[in-house]
T-cell receptor, first 115, second 111 residues
Framework: EPEVTQTPSHQVTQMGQEVILRCVPI?????FYWYRQILGQKVEFLVS????????KSEIFDDQFSVERPDGSNFTLKIRSTKLEDSAMYFC?????????????FGSGTQLSVL | DQQVKQNSPSLSVQEGRISILNCDYT??????FLWYKKYPAEGPTFLIS?????DKNEDGRFTVFLNKSAKHLSLHIVPSQPGDSAVYFC??????????FGTGTRLQVTL
């Protein structure tokens, strides 16, 4: 089965530093997402992206966050100035059509630790 | 904001028996309900879904039941196998595929 690939698997950074989390979605998918899971909490939606623009974002996705599809394969999440509370597992996902009943394919996640 | 709730953080079931995982929701605008399974160090993987216009969907050992009037759904796994041990997330979506997840239930299937 096709896979969503995320790098790095672990990222440690100092508070205030910028981080970029990288994802390679499934090649023929059109919709891309970032979710995160703080330890012990539920998986939370951050942002969805389609046709090179954000289609929806949550209240978590403030001005410190940005997403980009810099080329035909990568999809990135940037956090400009990390805070302690940004420590979480970040999951990238993709889907083909963006319909509500369509399954999302998730990557294995990037564990971000902000010190 | 707890639009999707899984009140049982963990469940232990003997191999061969039925596992029943429950989920409640509050937003009547959800159109689809999905179950995802998650192993450690992996992302969630899709298991089964149901449309809000149906009350049951079956796929092999997995059946999802939806009770719209009670805003409740459940996932039945029968027979349970040791490889089913994982965290199960209930999720809901509207017309677009943005998911609202529950907190998850850790299922352990014992020998």
């Amino acid at each position: 089965e096709p896979e969503v690939t995320q790098t790095p698997s672990h990222q440690v950074t100092q508070m205030g530093q910028e981080v970029i989390l990288r994802c390679v979605p499934i090649s023929n998918h059109l919709y891309f997402y970032w979710y995160r899971q703080i330890l012990g909490q539920k998986v939370e939606f951050l942002v969805s992206f389609y046709n090179n623009e954000i289609s929806e974002k949550s209240e978590i996705f403030d001005d410190q966050f940005s997403v980009e599809r810099p080329d035909g394969s990568n999809f990135t999440l940037k956090i400009r100035s990390t805070k302690l509370e940004d420590s979480a597992m970040y999951f990238c996902a993709s889907s083909g059509q963006g319909f509500g009943n369509e399954k999302l394919f998730f990557g294995s996640g990037t564990q971000l630790s902000v010190l | 904001d707890q639009q999707v709730k899984q009140n049982s953080p963990s469940l232990s079931v003997q191999e061969g028996r039925i596992s029943i995982l429950n989920c409640d929701y509050t937003n009547s605008m959800f159109d689809y309900f999905l179950w995802y399974k998650k192993y450690p160090a992996e992302g969630p993987t899709f298991l089964i879904s149901i449309s809000s216009i149906k009350d049951k969907n079956e796929d092999g050992r997995f059946t999802v039941f939806l009770n719209k009037s009670a805003k409740h759904l459940s996932l039945h796994i029968v027979p349970s196998q040791p490889g089913d041990s994982a965290v199960y997330f209930c999720a809901a979506s509207g017309t677009a595929s943005k998911l609202t997840f529950g907190t998850g239930t850790r299922l352990q299937v014992t020998l």
